[in-house]
């Protein structure tokens, strides 16, 4: 050990090192300076960037002892005296933050690049961004913060502006209410949270994809001094799963391990390091059994060797057949002039959050407390009760900043459920981070997909038929498979009006680390092979594939061939939006050899209507509690995990109370303080959630009103609340909030509220009409601009145009952050992202192989929000999180297709792939000749 | 027992060979650390003593010496642009460092460190755990390369963006040990076994990099990646000439060493990029394919001969 000086924000430590520790390290577990994020650990995601000596640096690369008597300057030195830089300014107002977590190391970067530079150009800002990855902005936002800060923006009118919003007004734009907190770094995320006395937990995992434990011998690692409990999988026998109907999964493996990096064993021990000392001394003889990698391979009946699970029906590893038929499909295409057959190939692709899973447990005399990075901490709860065996009463899961999920934390977790019990065994706080290849290992990303399509249109251009094959692989287990299998063929029936529609889906088990629900979940594969089919129709037919498209779109209040309701649909409007800003009608085609433009539209679930857990409970519940200060308490279950929901509910609140955001309080998802809202899944949370907190409000007001007229002698229905005022229309009665709190708390002290959202009965009386279901659905469209490089086959995505129906943006700050974001993420599917694997081992498993397009790789993002008022969202609003991706990827493909007359079948895009058909489809050479 | 960590900062050059001498081998040198410090956290590097170079002062000087212009190995990536000398009679220096990774990677990693950067395989830079799994391969003690199922040879990739453009200007290093100092050609350390890329005992230090001046050189430098920030290279390809008409062609990230094939404008370009691509070990070991690296590497490789010949670059020294 070493004793060093050093300076951090001004302040110095001397400080007891290990000689090889990093700077990110001491920074974080040494000084508590839990600001400096570590993502990823290898130099490659820029979260841990801090200041030394005035550069930045990575401080996970960085060696401690090389900043002996150096100045550091960590996120939490960048404020002055409690002032935010105007950088930070600039980072909240501008949405620049979403989940936060890489806004640190945003921060700290583009703070040094700004002061060198202050006169940079847009592409100079990128590049400058360019080691700082971000998974939830499409760094649209960031770059626009650097570039206001560089622009000084007159004060007075950034006061004005600050002002108008400060209001939180429905559909003005509104920065998070925790904006602030991330953008100093003083936000807790999962790993930041110290507890005394704590104990941690590391994992010995399955190197093995497919083997029976013979024995597990754990003596010596129980002998190491520093190690409190080891467990293994008997401990913990009962199943759980986040569906009911696919409760599949242990804690730890039992008698067998389904995938590499299944936990076979756990230790709880006073440090990191004796903790995996500890993994290591466990002993496992394990049997291997033939592994199943491929869909092919599961498909087919697997002989005499074993099946990865047993439950399954027959000697395969089919784990769920979903199908369903509506209209005649043979009919369809004997009808159908122009037809379409293509089979398409899908890599996994994975959430790539940017905060590693992390959890701390305690127990005490309220039972179990889990603090945790989750999307469901409602889902949660019920797991842990169920494996752990407790009574309902005694799990607390509180989550709390969550750095991103994206569908990556809306399972219960084995990590989750272990250190729970490990810390109810050893009567110790307990508590676990993933590294970033631990974060992989978990996977729950998109299903590696392979399906073939048909589609057939008439003579006039209208879609007769649409029939799907398809199979996806789930990897180990169940997670949200069942829900993946219809939704790949479900939510093909619309936004096009198809009578013939069928499709049949079989999720196979394989021994990978499971798949689950990814943005856009479920339909993100089909949606491309759709779109993909529908631009050959249009070329088969010489029509404009907008046109096309145009034809075929259903319209508003109607019922698809499966009974699935539509009520607002913003289907054209989106399109000739695009259409409109990417000139497409008069570039469309006409551009030379190399260089293209393609389309495509989307559709998505506003909220799974139905609740995974079949139960009269509302979907959402909100509480508002007023007391003497005015002050409005929102207690809500929902879970913010960057994408805003918190500031969602703060706007709708004071939107309806007529009062400043500022008077309105979120707390939420804490499974004991707040009522349960089903979590932050299925593009549920500003229908559901939104509308429970508008219902509680009106409550609440209602009864402000009857207090008010009764003390005021005037009728109730002539009160009005707006900016912060009680009033008669005549301004009779005009009342300030207070007053008018004064009055309603009179004799009786704080008001308390509940409002709630349960959706209505919807739906067919088939099997499977429950898939899909939603109250409401997005629609969207983009259109995309490619370079192709007809010498090496790489493509360049030059413009991103694209516009979402999202009924109504309350806050359309966070409205274009959300589709921003989901287009770049897209944009990785299409271009650079895949699960590589090599004998059931992820061979990128990090930052450097696994490849979220940077700030350079992203092209111009042109936003539009379609506002088409839903009737039962709250305000008109309905889901802008997850179905602006869909329409991006195909756009891509299309756009290469119009580029050099290359149809791409399989994602990634592959450079070499598309090279291979330049040179070999005569196509091309028509198109090079005509141009 | 476990050997107690240590971390030594040396001040001079004599000072880091003393502490290296002392060592028993179980030390690293370390320079910017962007490198080492991952492949420690991987566990292939697990020394115990770490002697950090940046202390060093004489290790960051650029000066004229004789026809030459001797740049310490020392400097930042990020900053060699601030020397006038090297934008103005080696831009393509400039251009490649420019490449290297992403900007925060390159205020710390050094010239030096980059050319001495480790060679790269899918199935070597893993994590400790990973390669138990797979079993180790050749580069990490084990007895088979996984990539190709050789029992001999190591084909880890080259991975150095700057070495190629600085190979491609016959540079030169130098060396120093506690047996003195030494001067080489750059192309010279490389040995092309993927196990022990470099011909250099662990003890010597790189102390600067020198290219010859006034040699008007025209460079095209190329290099394959999947994102435009971040990666390492797939593939690196220089092209440069001098007044005197010779022509360099060098290739990284397609071979354990780097690739070089010499002319003159007299040669055909057609069969020199032959040659070099003919001479490519490239093996599927990343997210490439080996067979579209070796097809680039003749592409871009024309495209540099035609950039080159038809004027589109110009050396304006």
Request: charged share 25%; aromatic share 8%; net charge neutral.
């Given at each position: 050990m070493n004793v060093i000086e050093l300076q951090v924000n001004t302040r110095n430590y001397t400080l007891l090192v290990d000689a090889h520790e990093t700077l990110a390290d001491v920074l974080r577990e040494k000084i508590g300076l839990t600001g400096t994020k570590i993502g990823c650990e290898q130099g490659s995601c820029g979260a841990c960037t801090v200041l030394l000596n005035n550069m930045p640096v990575l401080s996970c690369v960085t060696p401690v002892m090389r900043c002996r008597n150096a100045r550091i300057i960590t996120i939490e030195g960048v404020a002055q005296n409690g002032e935010l830089h105007l950088l930070q300014q600039k980072f909240v107002e501008k949405g620049a933050i979403q989940c936060g977590f890489c806004t640190p190391g945003m921060v700290l970067t583009s703070l040094h690049f700004i002061q060198e530079n202050p006169d940079a150009t847009i592409d100079e800002i990128k590049k400058a961004l360019s080691g700082n990855l971000c998974r939830c902005t499409g760094y649209k936002k960031i770059i626009d913060a650097v570039i206001a800060t560089i622009h000084q923006e007159s004060k007075t009118e950034n006061e004005k502006a600050t002002q108008f919003s400060a209001s939180g007004k429905i559909g003005v734009g509104h920065p998070y209410i925790e904006a602030t907190k991330k953008v100093q770094g003083i936000a807790e995320y999962a790993d930041d949270i110290r507890i005394k006395n704590v104990l941690y937990c590391k994992f010995l995992r399955s190197q093995f994809p497919h083997a029976i434990i013979e024995q597990i011998d754990t003596s010596a690692a129980r002998q190491l001094e520093g190690v409190k409990y080891v467990l293994t999988g008997h401990e913990l026998p009962e199943k759980f799963g986040v569906l009911p109907i696919s409760q599949d999964e242990t804690a730890l493996a039992i008698d067998k391990v389904r995938y590499v990096g299944e936990i076979v064993a756990a230790v709880a021990a006073e440090t990191e390091e004796i903790a995996q000392a500890a993994c290591r001394l466990i002993k496992v003889e394990y049997r291997p059994l033939k592994p199943f990698f491929e869909i092919d391979e599961s498909l087919n009946d697997i002989g005499t060797h074993e099946k990865i699970h047993f439950h399954t029906k027959y000697n395969n590893n089919i784990h769920k057949k979903a199908e369903l038929r509506f209209g005649n499909q043979e009919d369809g295409l004997q009808e159908a002039a122009y037809r379409s057959r293509m089979s398409f190939e899908f890599k996994g692709v994975s959430h790539a959050f940017t905060e590693p899973h992390a959890a701390v447990a305690y127990w005490d005399e309220n039972g179990l407390t889990l603090t945790t990075a989750t999307q469901v901490p409602h889902y949660l709860h019920r797991a842990l009760a169920k494996v752990l065996k407790?009574?309902?009463?005694r799990v607390r899961v509180i989550k709390p900043y969550v750095g991103g999920g994206f569908g990556g934390k809306s399972d219960p977790f084995p990590h989750e459920i272990i250190v729970s019990w490990l810390a109810m065994k050893t009567g110790r706080p307990v508590k676990i981070r993933f590294s970033r290849e631990e974060v992989f290992l978990s996977n729950h990303g998109r299903h590696p997909t392979k399906m073939t399509l048909e589609m057939g249109a008439d003579q006039n251009g209208l879609l007769k038929v649409l029939d799907a094959e398809i199979a996806i692989d789930g990897g180990a287990y169940g997670s949200f498979g069942v829900v993946t299998s219809y939704y790949n063929g479900v939510l093909l029936q619309a936004p096009y009006a198809i009578k013939n529609f069928g499709f049949r889906t079989f999720r196979v088990y394989t021994n990978k680390p499971q798949s689950g629900a990814m943005r856009g979940h479920g339909a993100v594969n089909s949606r491309f092979a759709t779109e993909s089919l529908i631009d050959d129709l249009a070329y088969q037919m010489n029509m404009d594939p907008c046109e096309l498209r145009l034809k075929n779109f259903m319209p508003s209040n109607t019922l698809t061939i499966g009974q699935y309701r539509i009520t607002s649909n913003g289907s054209g409007d989106s399109l000739k939006k695009v259409m409109e800003q990417s000139q497409w009608e008069m570039r469309y085609g006409k551009l030379p050899f190399g260089h293209g433009l393609g389309v495509a539209c989307g559709f998505f679930i506003s909220g799974s209507a139905l609740p995974i857990i079949r139960n009269e409970l509302p979907q959402s519940v909100v509480h508002l509690k007023v007391d003497f200060d005015g002050r409005v308490l929102i207690s809500s279950g929902a879970s913010d995990i960057g994408q805003g929901s918190d500031t969602m509910l703060a706007i709708i609140v004071a939107e309806v109370l007529g009062i400043s955001i500022d008077n309105v309080f979120v707390l939420a998802a804490d499974t004991l303080l707040t009522p349960v809202d089903l979590g932050?899944?299925?593009?549920?949370v500003t229908f559901m959630a939104g509308n429970a907190a508008k219902t509680a409000a009106e409550n609440l007001r209602t009864e402000i009103v009857r207090a008010v007229a009764k003390a005021k002698d005037v009728s109730a229905d002539e009160l009005n609340f707006s900016a912060g005022r009680v009033f008669t229309h005549d301004k009779e009665v005009d009342v300030t909030w207070l007053e008018a709190i004064d009055i309603a708390t009179a004799s009786r002290g704080a008001l308390t509220v509940s409002g709630k959202y349960i959706s209505p009965k919807l739906g067919g009386d088939f099997k499977g009409a429950g898939a899909g279901l939603s109250p409401s659905y997005s629609f969207g469209a983009v259109v995309a601009e490619v370079m192709v490089n007809t010498q090496t086959g790489e493509v360049k995505v030059q413009n991103i145009w694209g516009a979402h129906d999202c009924g109504k943006a309350i806050n359309p700050l966070a409205v274009e952050g959300q589709l921003e974001g989901s287009w770049h993420m897209g944009m990785g599917q299409a271009m650079s992202e895949q699960l590589k694997y090599f004998n059931g081992l992820i061979l990128n498993s990090n930052f450097l192989d696994y490849k979220i397009p940077t700030s350079i790789d992203t092209p111009a993002i042109h936003t539009n929000i379609i506002e088409?008022?839903?009737?039962?969202?709250?305000?008109g609003a309905k889901e802008c999180g997850e179905g602006a991706l869909h329409p991006v990827i195909p756009a891509i493909a299309n756009a290469i297709f119009d580029a050099v007359r290359v149809r791409v079948t399989k994602l990634p895009i592959d450079a070499e792939d598309i090279l291979h058909h330049i040179k070999t489809e005569s196509l091309s050479f028509v198109k090079a000749v005509m141009n | 027992m476990k050997v107690e960590n240590k971390y030594l900062q040396p001040l001079t050059i004599e000072e880091a060979l003393t502490m290296a001498a002392h060592s028993e081998n179980d030390f690293r040198f370390l320079a910017g650390g962007t490198d080492v410090m991952v492949n420690r956290f991987q566990e292939n590097e697990n020394s115990s003593c770490l002697i950090d170079l940046s202390g060093i002062d004489e290790l960051k000087q650029v000066k004229k010496e004789r026809d030459y212009l001797s740049i310490g190995a020392l400097i930042t990536l990020n900053n060699l642009k601030e020397y006038r000398e090297i934008t103005s009679e080696f831009p393509v220096l400039i251009e490649a460092a420019d490449a290297v990774g992403s900007p925060l990677i390159r205020k710390s990693a050094t010239l030096g460190g980059n050319i001495l950067c480790e060679n790269r395989c899918i199935f070597y830079n893993q994590s400790a755990w990973w390669r138990n799994a797979v079993g180790f391969c050749l580069k990490c003690e084990g007895n088979i390369c996984i990539a190709t199922g050789s029992k001999k040879h190591c084909y880890s990739e080259f991975v150095s963006d700057i070495a190629p453009a600085l190979i491609s200007m016959d540079a030169l290093i130098d060396i120093v040990d506690k047996d003195g100092e030494r001067r080489i050609k750059l192309e010279d350390l490389y040995t092309g076994d993927g196990v022990r890329p470099r011909n250099m005992s662990k003890t010597c230090i790189v102390k600067s990099i020198l290219l010859r001046l006034n040699q008007r050189f025209i460079s095209v430098f190329n290099k394959l990646r999947q994102?435009?920030?971040i990666e390492f290279t797939s593939l690196t390809a220089v092209v440069t000439t001098n007044k005197h008409g010779k022509i360099k062609i060098v290739l990284g990230g397609v071979d354990p060493r780097p690739v070089v094939v010499e002319g003159t404008s007299a040669n055909d370009s057609e069969e020199l990029i032959k040659q070099a691509i003919k001479k490519s070990r490239a093996i599927d070991n990343e997210m490439f394919s080996r067979n579209y690296r070796r097809e680039m590497a003749g592409v871009f490789l024309k495209r540099s001969f035609d950039e080159i010949f038809s004027g589109a670059v110009t050396n304006n020294s």
């Amino acid at each position: 050990m070493n004793v060093i000086e050093l300076q951090v924000n001004t302040r110095n430590y001397t400080l007891l090192v290990d000689a090889h520790e990093t700077l990110a390290d001491v920074l974080r577990e040494k000084i508590g300076l839990t600001g400096t994020k570590i993502g990823c650990e290898q130099g490659s995601c820029g979260a841990c960037t801090v200041l030394l000596n005035n550069m930045p640096v990575l401080s996970c690369v960085t060696p401690v002892m090389r900043c002996r008597n150096a100045r550091i300057i960590t996120i939490e030195g960048v404020a002055q005296n409690g002032e935010l830089h105007l950088l930070q300014q600039k980072f909240v107002e501008k949405g620049a933050i979403q989940c936060g977590f890489c806004t640190p190391g945003m921060v700290l970067t583009s703070l040094h690049f700004i002061q060198e530079n202050p006169d940079a150009t847009i592409d100079e800002i990128k590049k400058a961004l360019s080691g700082n990855l971000c998974r939830c902005t499409g760094y649209k936002k960031i770059i626009d913060a650097v570039i206001a800060t560089i622009h000084q923006e007159s004060k007075t009118e950034n006061e004005k502006a600050t002002q108008f919003s400060a209001s939180g007004k429905i559909g003005v734009g509104h920065p998070y209410i925790e904006a602030t907190k991330k953008v100093q770094g003083i936000a807790e995320y999962a790993d930041d949270i110290r507890i005394k006395n704590v104990l941690y937990c590391k994992f010995l995992r399955s190197q093995f994809p497919h083997a029976i434990i013979e024995q597990i011998d754990t003596s010596a690692a129980r002998q190491l001094e520093g190690v409190k409990y080891v467990l293994t999988g008997h401990e913990l026998p009962e199943k759980f799963g986040v569906l009911p109907i696919s409760q599949d999964e242990t804690a730890l493996a039992i008698d067998k391990v389904r995938y590499v990096g299944e936990i076979v064993a756990a230790v709880a021990a006073e440090t990191e390091e004796i903790a995996q000392a500890a993994c290591r001394l466990i002993k496992v003889e394990y049997r291997p059994l033939k592994p199943f990698f491929e869909i092919d391979e599961s498909l087919n009946d697997i002989g005499t060797h074993e099946k990865i699970h047993f439950h399954t029906k027959y000697n395969n590893n089919i784990h769920k057949k979903a199908e369903l038929r509506f209209g005649n499909q043979e009919d369809g295409l004997q009808e159908a002039a122009y037809r379409s057959r293509m089979s398409f190939e899908f890599k996994g692709v994975s959430h790539a959050f940017t905060e590693p899973h992390a959890a701390v447990a305690y127990w005490d005399e309220n039972g179990l407390t889990l603090t945790t990075a989750t999307q469901v901490p409602h889902y949660l709860h019920r797991a842990l009760a169920k494996v752990l065996k407790l009574p309902l009463s005694r799990v607390r899961v509180i989550k709390p900043y969550v750095g991103g999920g994206f569908g990556g934390k809306s399972d219960p977790f084995p990590h989750e459920i272990i250190v729970s019990w490990l810390a109810m065994k050893t009567g110790r706080p307990v508590k676990i981070r993933f590294s970033r290849e631990e974060v992989f290992l978990s996977n729950h990303g998109r299903h590696p997909t392979k399906m073939t399509l048909e589609m057939g249109a008439d003579q006039n251009g209208l879609l007769k038929v649409l029939d799907a094959e398809i199979a996806i692989d789930g990897g180990a287990y169940g997670s949200f498979g069942v829900v993946t299998s219809y939704y790949n063929g479900v939510l093909l029936q619309a936004p096009y009006a198809i009578k013939n529609f069928g499709f049949r889906t079989f999720r196979v088990y394989t021994n990978k680390p499971q798949s689950g629900a990814m943005r856009g979940h479920g339909a993100v594969n089909s949606r491309f092979a759709t779109e993909s089919l529908i631009d050959d129709l249009a070329y088969q037919m010489n029509m404009d594939p907008c046109e096309l498209r145009l034809k075929n779109f259903m319209p508003s209040n109607t019922l698809t061939i499966g009974q699935y309701r539509i009520t607002s649909n913003g289907s054209g409007d989106s399109l000739k939006k695009v259409m409109e800003q990417s000139q497409w009608e008069m570039r469309y085609g006409k551009l030379p050899f190399g260089h293209g433009l393609g389309v495509a539209c989307g559709f998505f679930i506003s909220g799974s209507a139905l609740p995974i857990i079949r139960n009269e409970l509302p979907q959402s519940v909100v509480h508002l509690k007023v007391d003497f200060d005015g002050r409005v308490l929102i207690s809500s279950g929902a879970s913010d995990i960057g994408q805003g929901s918190d500031t969602m509910l703060a706007i709708i609140v004071a939107e309806v109370l007529g009062i400043s955001i500022d008077n309105v309080f979120v707390l939420a998802a804490d499974t004991l303080l707040t009522p349960v809202d089903l979590g932050s899944y299925s593009s549920r949370v500003t229908f559901m959630a939104g509308n429970a907190a508008k219902t509680a409000a009106e409550n609440l007001r209602t009864e402000i009103v009857r207090a008010v007229a009764k003390a005021k002698d005037v009728s109730a229905d002539e009160l009005n609340f707006s900016a912060g005022r009680v009033f008669t229309h005549d301004k009779e009665v005009d009342v300030t909030w207070l007053e008018a709190i004064d009055i309603a708390t009179a004799s009786r002290g704080a008001l308390t509220v509940s409002g709630k959202y349960i959706s209505p009965k919807l739906g067919g009386d088939f099997k499977g009409a429950g898939a899909g279901l939603s109250p409401s659905y997005s629609f969207g469209a983009v259109v995309a601009e490619v370079m192709v490089n007809t010498q090496t086959g790489e493509v360049k995505v030059q413009n991103i145009w694209g516009a979402h129906d999202c009924g109504k943006a309350i806050n359309p700050l966070a409205v274009e952050g959300q589709l921003e974001g989901s287009w770049h993420m897209g944009m990785g599917q299409a271009m650079s992202e895949q699960l590589k694997y090599f004998n059931g081992l992820i061979l990128n498993s990090n930052f450097l192989d696994y490849k979220i397009p940077t700030s350079i790789d992203t092209p111009a993002i042109h936003t539009n929000i379609i506002e088409t008022d839903d009737p039962e969202g709250p305000f008109g609003a309905k889901e802008c999180g997850e179905g602006a991706l869909h329409p991006v990827i195909p756009a891509i493909a299309n756009a290469i297709f119009d580029a050099v007359r290359v149809r791409v079948t399989k994602l990634p895009i592959d450079a070499e792939d598309i090279l291979h058909h330049i040179k070999t489809e005569s196509l091309s050479f028509v198109k090079a000749v005509m141009n | 027992m476990k050997v107690e960590n240590k971390y030594l900062q040396p001040l001079t050059i004599e000072e880091a060979l003393t502490m290296a001498a002392h060592s028993e081998n179980d030390f690293r040198f370390l320079a910017g650390g962007t490198d080492v410090m991952v492949n420690r956290f991987q566990e292939n590097e697990n020394s115990s003593c770490l002697i950090d170079l940046s202390g060093i002062d004489e290790l960051k000087q650029v000066k004229k010496e004789r026809d030459y212009l001797s740049i310490g190995a020392l400097i930042t990536l990020n900053n060699l642009k601030e020397y006038r000398e090297i934008t103005s009679e080696f831009p393509v220096l400039i251009e490649a460092a420019d490449a290297v990774g992403s900007p925060l990677i390159r205020k710390s990693a050094t010239l030096g460190g980059n050319i001495l950067c480790e060679n790269r395989c899918i199935f070597y830079n893993q994590s400790a755990w990973w390669r138990n799994a797979v079993g180790f391969c050749l580069k990490c003690e084990g007895n088979i390369c996984i990539a190709t199922g050789s029992k001999k040879h190591c084909y880890s990739e080259f991975v150095s963006d700057i070495a190629p453009a600085l190979i491609s200007m016959d540079a030169l290093i130098d060396i120093v040990d506690k047996d003195g100092e030494r001067r080489i050609k750059l192309e010279d350390l490389y040995t092309g076994d993927g196990v022990r890329p470099r011909n250099m005992s662990k003890t010597c230090i790189v102390k600067s990099i020198l290219l010859r001046l006034n040699q008007r050189f025209i460079s095209v430098f190329n290099k394959l990646r999947q994102r435009e920030s971040i990666e390492f290279t797939s593939l690196t390809a220089v092209v440069t000439t001098n007044k005197h008409g010779k022509i360099k062609i060098v290739l990284g990230g397609v071979d354990p060493r780097p690739v070089v094939v010499e002319g003159t404008s007299a040669n055909d370009s057609e069969e020199l990029i032959k040659q070099a691509i003919k001479k490519s070990r490239a093996i599927d070991n990343e997210m490439f394919s080996r067979n579209y690296r070796r097809e680039m590497a003749g592409v871009f490789l024309k495209r540099s001969f035609d950039e080159i010949f038809s004027g589109a670059v110009t050396n304006n020294s």
